[in-house]
């Protein structure tokens, strides 16, 4: 009799210890499970500000949208930090000296913690007043913890690939992902653009099998490179369309080469996301869904994506200022779209 009872109560120990073993297994694998890679595209209404959170939690950003006393654009790049779970910003790249991409620096370093900070180069339009401000503003923050870097450099960052591609109208040449492109019959060569546009930072990111472009505000003349006579580039799942997708901005060449299966317009209210930049990326063979920052007001609706894949849809004064956020599972190969405005989301397979 004795036998069977201290035996039922020495299994329910025993149980509950196992129970306890398979609970500490399991926290401890959650600890060491990588996040996702994270990225965001913040509203400066028409600047720019794509910050990328790696599965460790590395931080890049890319540009800190306009001067504004106010901190309309350091709250709304620290909005996207908090959504992240991040607290301060390891490498913040700047891809050139204009206003609505190095004019928030100085206000983001007031407010957040940054690394390293990393440029082109000096800025080629310090002849001009406005421009010589911005650049000297720029080197203030920068003193002490400055990199300039040029093509085929990289960011240590683990599990991701960082590699620059484009830095003061220089090009990456990587053999490896060279391509025929056909489209190059049709094209005719673009003026050289000697602006900061045309000597911005331009970087390519893998995780996996998923690869995401972005050029920065780069020009027609260096699209064309990277695209003719031999796409250089390879293909991407996600692209960060140059210079707003404004007027002229998306270069078919290049588009329908890379075979984007998701392009994303950093656009304003009344900045970039033009029709005929819009269309050619709807229109081109290869190009996948577009989303965009903002519905573009400037010319009608027509050419504008669905609402759905739409960040924000008013005039500046009334934005709530929403992101647009692409969440890739850690081994690269399913990643997913959100619109911050709706919660609407769209998932999509690497190539
Ligand atoms: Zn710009
Ligand atoms: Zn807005």
Redesign the pocket.
Known sequence: MPHTQPSVHSRNPGVALVLLAALTAASAAHAQTPSTLDIYWIDVEG??ATLVVTPDRESVLMDAGWPRPDFRDTERIEAAMRDAGITEIDYLLISHF?R??VGGVPQLADRVPIGQVIDHGDSVEQADEAALALWQDYETVAEGRRRTVVPGDKLPLSRIEFSFIAAHRRLADAPERRAPNRRCAEATAPSIDESE?GHSLGYLLSLGGFQFLNLG?LTPDREYALACPENRLGIVDLWQVP??GGYGAIRPELAGALEPTVAVVNNGPRKGGTPGSLESAQGTAGVGDVWQSHRALADGAAHNTDERMTANLTEEENCEGHWIKATVQPDGRNWTMTNGRTGYSRNYQSK
Request: charged share 20%; aromatic share 0%.
């Open positions: 600047g720019a204009h609505d991409h546009n505000d210079h707003h």
